[in-house]
């Protein structure tokens, strides 16, 4: 459901005030620097290119923790469904809308709420290279009206290649993933730089939409000896569509993403979205009681990597869960 704040006749008049009292030589306080009233409610658009579970354990946490700090809240939740223009169209109308903080949920959507604001603060999450996508200056000095968290561990890939390598066996890892994908491409790129190192080799396969993924997996499955997902968003969407593929074939399926275990991969070295969410709605807990601006707090990695075994698709594709490899079981 779409909620628009309505402002108070009293805010209006305050904030017609402080323009007439500061004139023309003073520029006007921007959203981040002006915390209302206690009992005043903030609006915060929240933009998510796509369903899918990992997102929106991320929104859980994001509102865990407003709810917490008691802060009187109101959401503008929109959801792109995987297409672009939709995301452009979601963030020009919550700037036009003046909401007073945007969360966005993806690398895309924070993409699109960047192009249209450098003045209305920013809080992403599910964003694997902050950096690279070009939303901060660097994860300690974000600059600007953008902050957040990353879901990415910088342990993550190192981790899991090593297990596919070591305990596994593999010699060569396939994955399927979107190409139009920032966040996709860039954790293939830091994929084939530690695969070179192990000497692995790598096999892709391109998908433009979820249409597409049982089809590209077809095209690579009886090449590799595990298949590799990485937290792509059309890719992840489809998820079931990989597992069937893969199970079918006895390939374990390793996901980048521990959320993807209850759909049935076989393993994964991945984070808590839910943690990730919460720590970005502490941020903006920070930013709309005016205690920071977004420049001024650090973009953060995920603290915690978990090993997790789905003991049923391991039975299903014949693979024995050994007691060294340390993993939490999913029954």
């Given at each position: 459901m779409r909620y628009i704040m309505?402002?108070?006749v009293l805010s209006i008049v305050s904030a017609a005030f402080i323009l007439a009292a500061c004139g023309s030589n003073s520029a006007s306080p921007t959203?981040?620097?002006?915390?209302?009233?206690?009992?005043?409610?903030?609006?915060?658009?929240?933009t998510q290119i796509m369903e899918h579970p990992a997102l929106n354990l991320a929104h859980e946490g994001f509102q865990k923790a407003l709810e917490e700090s008691g802060l009187n809240v109101k959401y503008d939740v929109q959801n792109a469904q995987g297409d672009n223009s939709a995301n452009d169209t979601i963030a020009t109308n919550f700037v036009g809308a003046n909401v007073d903080l945007i969360f966005a949920n993806s690398t895309p959507s924070a993409q699109a709420a960047l192009?249209?604001?450098?003045?209305?603060?920013?809080?992403?999450?599910?964003?694997v290279d902050p950096v690279g996508?070009?939303?901060?200056a660097s994860?300690?000095?974000?600059?600007?009206?953008?902050?957040g968290t990353s879901h990415h561990h910088p342990d993550s890939i190192?981790?899991?290649?090593?297990?596919m390598k070591e305990e596994l066996g593999a010699k060569t890892i396939g994955t399927v993933y979107n190409a139009g994908e920032q966040n996709s491409r860039a954790q293939i790129d830091k994929i084939k730089v530690q695969m070179d190192e192990l000497g692995l080799v790598l096999k892709e396969a391109s998908a433009s939409t979820t249409a597409e993924v049982?089809?590209?997996?077809?095209s690579i499955v009886d090449k590799v000896d595990v298949l590799y997902i990485v937290t792509d968003n059309t890719v992840v969407t489809a998820f079931e569509s990989v597992v069937s593929v893969a199970n079918d074939n006895k390939i374990p399926l390793i996901a980048a993403d521990?959320?993807?275990?209850?759909?049935g991969a076989f393993a994964a070295f991945g984070v808590d979205f839910f943690e990730v969410g919460h720590e970005a709605g502490e941020m903006a807990v920070k930013i709309l009681n005016g205690e920071s601006k977004p420049s001024e707090i650090a973009a953060q990695p995920p603290k915690n990597l978990k090993f997790v075994i789905n003991k049923k698709t391991a039975d299903t594709i014949g693979v024995e869960i050994k007691p060294e490899w340390n993993a939490e079981i999913l029954d």
């Amino acid at each position: 459901m779409r909620y628009i704040m309505k402002k108070s006749v009293l805010s209006i008049v305050s904030a017609a005030f402080i323009l007439a009292a500061c004139g023309s030589n003073s520029a006007s306080p921007t959203p981040e620097s002006k915390p209302k009233e206690k009992d005043e409610q903030y609006t915060i658009g929240v933009t998510q290119i796509m369903e899918h579970p990992a997102l929106n354990l991320a929104h859980e946490g994001f509102q865990k923790a407003l709810e917490e700090s008691g802060l009187n809240v109101k959401y503008d939740v929109q959801n792109a469904q995987g297409d672009n223009s939709a995301n452009d169209t979601i963030a020009t109308n919550f700037v036009g809308a003046n909401v007073d903080l945007i969360f966005a949920n993806s690398t895309p959507s924070a993409q699109a709420a960047l192009s249209k604001t450098t003045e209305i603060p920013i809080v992403f999450t599910s964003v694997v290279d902050p950096v690279g996508a070009e939303l901060v200056a660097s994860m300690e000095e974000p600059g600007g009206n953008v902050t957040g968290t990353s879901h990415h561990h910088p342990d993550s890939i190192a981790r899991t290649l090593k297990f596919m390598k070591e305990e596994l066996g593999a010699k060569t890892i396939g994955t399927v993933y979107n190409a139009g994908e920032q966040n996709s491409r860039a954790q293939i790129d830091k994929i084939k730089v530690q695969m070179d190192e192990l000497g692995l080799v790598l096999k892709e396969a391109s998908a433009s939409t979820t249409a597409e993924v049982k089809q590209a997996t077809e095209s690579i499955v009886d090449k590799v000896d595990v298949l590799y997902i990485v937290t792509d968003n059309t890719v992840v969407t489809a998820f079931e569509s990989v597992v069937s593929v893969a199970n079918d074939n006895k390939i374990p399926l390793i996901a980048a993403d521990i959320d993807s275990l209850d759909r049935g991969a076989f393993a994964a070295f991945g984070v808590d979205f839910f943690e990730v969410g919460h720590e970005a709605g502490e941020m903006a807990v920070k930013i709309l009681n005016g205690e920071s601006k977004p420049s001024e707090i650090a973009a953060q990695p995920p603290k915690n990597l978990k090993f997790v075994i789905n003991k049923k698709t391991a039975d299903t594709i014949g693979v024995e869960i050994k007691p060294e490899w340390n993993a939490e079981i999913l029954d």
